[in-house]
């Protein structure tokens, strides 16, 4: 379930105590992400930022001078 929540593969390694990465793929190939729905913000300014990262949200990228974040519903 945190694979499937962060998709950090070395974040889940280290959470299970894995040594060797291979052991934790056996438990991760078994997880779909067929059902990833999102919901989208845009900040024009770093205050608005700053507010979207406080309340979970994930920067993707800049479009015309404006930040997207993105964040799991």
């Known amino acids: 379930m945190e694979y499937h ?3 950090d593969i ?3 390694m280290r959470l299970l105590g894995h040594k060797n990465i291979k052991n934790t793929l056996v438990y991760t ?3 779909t992400f067929e059902d990833d729905d999102y ?3 845009a900040a024009a300014n770093v205050k608005d930022a700053t507010e979207l ?3 979970g949200y994930e920067y993707v990228c800049d479009v015309d001078n404006v930040k997207l974040f993105k964040k799991r519903k």
């Open 5 to 7: 929540k962060t998709k």
């Open 10 to 12: 070395l974040h889940v």
């Open 29 to 31: 190939q078994r997880v």
């Open 39 to 41: 919901t989208c913000k």
């Open 53 to 55: 990262i406080e309340a």
